[in-house]
């Protein structure tokens, strides 16, 4: 499947990533208590790292999906591992007591699918797009639909020719 043309960039440095993630930890630091987080790979790791080191959770897991195989189009979902069954019995089988963290939501797609697999537990992202909101228990930053999010990870510094010469 090919998502709808995305005009509108936000592009997002390390830094405010990292200011954002923070804000993350904050909000969820008053909404409870979490015994393990599920980081939603690959973007998921770096939010759940930075929230792991705020909320002083030390037992992290990975669910691991691939859903945009290729640059802004979304494929089949694949869920290439699941959660550990240690942790889904510390979960008490139904996700109860984990914090599942992603970078952003979108179609809501990949937040379905690990939903099902621990439908007690609190799921968190950075972002969040209008489709994939109802997903999401805890966001920090809403974005329209037609906006395409770069993370730093998927960006590198890169020259800028003057204004004069055709740069804008
Ligand atoms: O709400 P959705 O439409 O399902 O999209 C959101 C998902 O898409 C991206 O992951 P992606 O599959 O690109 O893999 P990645 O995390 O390894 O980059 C993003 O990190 C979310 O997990
Ligand atoms: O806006 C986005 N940015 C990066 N990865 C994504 N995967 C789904 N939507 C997005
Ligand atoms: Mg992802």
Redesign the pocket.
């Known amino acids: 499947m090919t998502t709808a043309p995305q005009p509108k960039m936000f592009p997002v440095s390390w830094d405010q990533f990292h200011r954002d993630a923070r804000a993350l930890a904050w909000r969820l630091s008053g909404q409870g208590h979490w015994d393990a987080i599920v980081a939603i790979t690959r973007g998921g790791l770096v939010p759940a790292a930075i929230a792991a080191r705020e909320l002083d959770i030390r037992i992290i897991e990975t669910v691991c999906v691939a859903s945009?195989h290729d640059y802004k189009n979304q494929g089949e979902l694949a869920v290439l591992k699941t959660v550990a069954p240690h942790l889904v019995e510390l979960a008490g089988g139904d996700g109860a007591g984990v914090l599942i963290i992603d970078d952003?939501v979108?179609t809501g797609k990949t937040a379905r699918v690990v939903r099902e697999m621990m439908p007690k537990a609190h799921f968190a992202t950075v972002y969040a797009k209008p489709q994939g909101r109802p997903m999401v228990d805890t966001f920090v930053t809403e974005v329209s639909q037609d906006t395409?999010?770069y993370?730093p990870w998927d960006m590198g510094l890169t020259f800028q020719p003057p204004i004069r010469e055709g740069g804008a």
């Open positions: 945009y952003l979108d395409w999010i993370f």
